[in-house]
Structures are given as C-alpha cells and as structure tokens.
C-alpha cells in the first residue's frame, strides 16, 4: 500500500470480514484474500458479494478505489468453484469487459490469485496493441474459460475463433 492509498477516502472499510459474509466464502478465496492482505470489506464489496453469489443480477455505481474489483472478482469465481467438474479447455465460463486496456490489464492482474485456486481453468487478457494472432495462437494452444478484455478485441476474437464455446454463458433463466 503506498501513501495516497492509505489517504483514499473511498476505500474505508467496513466492520465486516469476507469471513462473515453470508453465503461463506470458500476455504481456498479466503486464503488468497488473507495472502492478499485482504480482511475487511469495503462496503461495495460487503453489499455486492453476497448479492452475486446467490445469482442476483447487480448494477454498482460506485466511486474510483472503491473496491469494485474484488467486488465482482471474488463472486465469479466462487460461482465457478460451484462447477462440479473444470471446464473443457475451449469452454468459456465468463466474460470481463471493461473500456481501456490499463483497467482490464489491472483487472487480470488482481483476479489472478483467485483464478489460482480453481483447478484446470485458463484466463486469457484481450486487449488491443497486441498482435491478434498471437492472441488466438495462444488461445487455440492454451485454452481460454474467462476472457477478461477490451470490446474491440474481444469481438475480434470471437469473430475470428468459432471453437470457443460460449453456451454456457447462455441464458437459461428469465430476468425478474
Ligand atoms: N477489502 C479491501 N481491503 C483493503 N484494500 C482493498 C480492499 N479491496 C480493495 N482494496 C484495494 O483498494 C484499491 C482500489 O481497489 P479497486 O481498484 O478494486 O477499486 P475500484 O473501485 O475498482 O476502482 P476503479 O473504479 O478505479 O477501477 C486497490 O489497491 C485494492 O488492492
């Protein structure tokens, strides 16, 4: 943490540890907060989390450092733990979208050590300025389950690669 961080008004925390948060997070999430050095919530994140983790779609405006990240990082991958088997290499399970490649690069970077503790699961970072075909080489070798990236190149790959499969991201239930 460096100075301006510990002076950011909209990070406070709440009362409120990952561990108490209702429904509990899983064993191997909690460990990768701790070893982040992550043990209260932020009030976005102690609003959100369990409102994602029972499948409640949620829209957040909330300010720049606010803790957004961890806020929908934290539910989608103990939504993937839930998965009985790990997906097929090709299967995508979830898309991250975000508007610039510093955010998604930013994005990926924190979702890593949460990503870590799901077995035989690939992320890939699609961002604009990189050669493409690098992009889909690696995909194709690799495997890709949660594409984290920028609108043009993720619609880019998607055009370019039809044997990712994306039905499972369709849905099945009606919104209410
Ligand atoms: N529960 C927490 N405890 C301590 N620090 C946290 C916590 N959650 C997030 N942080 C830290 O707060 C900072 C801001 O978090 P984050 O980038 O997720 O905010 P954000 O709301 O997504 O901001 P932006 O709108 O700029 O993307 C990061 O340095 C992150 O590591």
Redo the contacts with the bound molecule.
Sequence with gaps: ?DST?SL?P??A?TDTR?SDLKPPLSRPVLDA?TQ???????P??ATTIPLLCGYKDVAVD??????????FVVPLVEILRRSSSPPKPLQVMGIIISPTRE?SS?IYS?AQPFIATLSNFKSVLLVGGVDVKADLKRIEEEGANLLIGTPGRLFDIMERLDILDFRNLEVTDPIS
């Design positions: 943490m961080d950011n909209n990070r925390l990952f907060l982040a050095g992550f043990h209260h919530c932020t976005v994140q909330a300010a720049t450092g606010s803790g957004k990240t961890l806020a955010l930013q924190v």
